[in-house]
């Protein structure tokens, strides 16, 4: 839900509404809860504008002098010149007097967004989608946060970490929330057999779909989200799914994913083992040989020594390399069925 930003109060005519005022109002609406934390926009850096005035005064400069000695034309050049800078540190400063009115508050369920110009934006925890344009890693240097939030009622808002300050707080808290608040929701719907959508991407028990293609989890060997775009490794080729920014709630996909995928995987390991136990001959496929005739007794040797392969080589498989998505809370766990993989209980 959104309200105006301004209005008209009584039959007064209109009257300006206090900022802290309409958030209230919106969060008793939205049944928000009990407020948290309150973000404010970023230090707008002025350097641009100091150096666009120092251009600017320059030029100035130049243009008395040139008007001084009789130069006119030449005045008038620079001076047309000068009015370049000058603009854009008008426009520069006029940016920043409108994020200086922007507002993110944080409450117990849910959040309100304030712009400038624009209106008040409430959302829910239970019910948000929000979109982020580039996932973090544990080992990025730097991390970009631009979220993208969108409600059931058609309430919308965008803002980024050149907007409000503290973004690492502000990005991990509202992902943490909506996934703590959403995710057993979804692990319950699968469960049960559903299938649960993230925009182009759909995901049930048996396989992951993508533009009509299913694609089994046993095949699924990693998910990957880095430079943006969504990847997966499918018997040992990459797939391209989609940009990360058009995946709704992604830290819920990715925990559903996850789980799912080492969910198969157990399950093969395990019907592979039960295999092997059962009919040893089927690992090795080929028939038990015939016993060999008795040999005559010679005198026995001393035994040779068993030579162990080499303590340098590694002979251990290869194995596809963990996510190191920096993940905004641990998961939150859901229920599953006896006739269903434990998705609760395949979590990273």
């Known amino acids: 839900m959104t309200t105006p930003s301004h209005g008209d109060v009584g039959t007064g005519g209109p009257q300006k509404v206090p900022l802290s005022q309409l958030i209230h109002?919106?969060?008793?609406?939205?049944?928000?809860?009990?407020?948290r934390q309150t973000f404010l926009p970023a230090p707008a850096s002025d350097t641009f504008m100091r150096g666009c005035g120092i251009v600017a005064g320059g030029f100035t400069a130049v243009g008395v002098i040139c008007a001084?000695?009789?130069?006119?034309?030449?005045?008038?050049?620079?001076g047309l010149l000068g009015l370049v800078p000058a603009s854009l540190a008008f426009f520069r400063g006029r940016r920043n007097r409108r994020h200086r009115a922007a507002r993110l508050d944080l409450f117990d369920v849910g959040?309100?967004?304030?712009?400038?110009?624009?209106?008040?934006a409430g959302f829910r925890w239970d019910s948000a989608e929000v979109r982020q344009q580039v996932i973090p890693f544990q080992n990025s240097a730097h991390t970009e946060y631009s979220l993208r939030m969108s409600g059931p009622d058609g309430a919308e808002?965008?803002?980024?970490?050149?907007?409000?300050?503290?973004?690492?707080?502000?990005?991990?808290?509202?992902?943490?929330?909506?996934?703590?608040?959403?995710?057993?929701r979804a692990v319950a719907a699968i469960d049960?057999?559903?299938?649960?959508?993230?925009?182009?991407?759909?995901?049930?028990l048996a396989a992951l779909y993508f533009h009509s293609r299913a694609y089994a989890w046993e095949q699924i060997q990693l998910?990957?989200?880095?430079?943006?775009?969504?990847?997966?490794?499918?018997?040992?080729?990459?797939?391209s799914l989609t940009p990360v920014g058009q995946i709704p709630n992604f830290y819920i996909f990715n925990e559903?994913?996850?789980?799912?995928?080492?969910?198969?995987?157990?399950?093969f390991a395990a019907e592979s083992a039960a295999t092997e136990l059962a009919d040893p001959e089927l690992s090795t496929g080929t028939p038990a040989a015939e016993p060999d005739p008795p040999t005559p007794v010679v005198e026995p040797k001393p035994p040779t020594p068993v030579i162990d392969a080499d303590p340098t080589v590694d002979n251990?498989?290869?194995?596809?390399?963990?996510?190191?998505?920096?993940?905004p809370t641990p998961a939150a766990k859901g229920t599953s069925k006896s006739s269903t993989p434990d998705l609760s209980a395949a979590s990273n």
Not at 68 to 78: E, H, K, S
Not at 316 to 327: F, H, M, N
Request: charged share 25%.
């Open 25 to 35: 109002l919106m969060a008793e609406y939205q049944k928000l809860g009990t407020h």
């Open 157 to 184: 808002a965008a803002f980024d970490d050149t907007l409000f300050g503290d973004a690492r707080e502000w990005g991990r808290a509202i992902q943490s929330a909506v996934t703590l608040a959403q995710l057993p």
């Open 68 to 78: 001084t000695v009789g130069a006119y034309p030449g005045a008038l050049a620079v």
């Open 316 to 327: 251990a498989p290869e194995t596809a390399a963990e996510q190191q998505i920096e993940r």
């Open 223 to 239: 998910i990957d989200a880095r430079s943006g775009l969504v990847r997966m490794k499918v018997d040992g080729n990459w797939v």
């Open 111 to 120: 959040m309100t967004v304030y712009r400038s110009g624009e209106q008040v």
């Open 256 to 267: 559903l994913a996850e789980r799912l995928r080492l969910a198969a995987a157990a399950e």
């Open 192 to 204: 049960d057999g559903a299938t649960v959508h993230f925009g182009e991407i759909a995901l049930d």
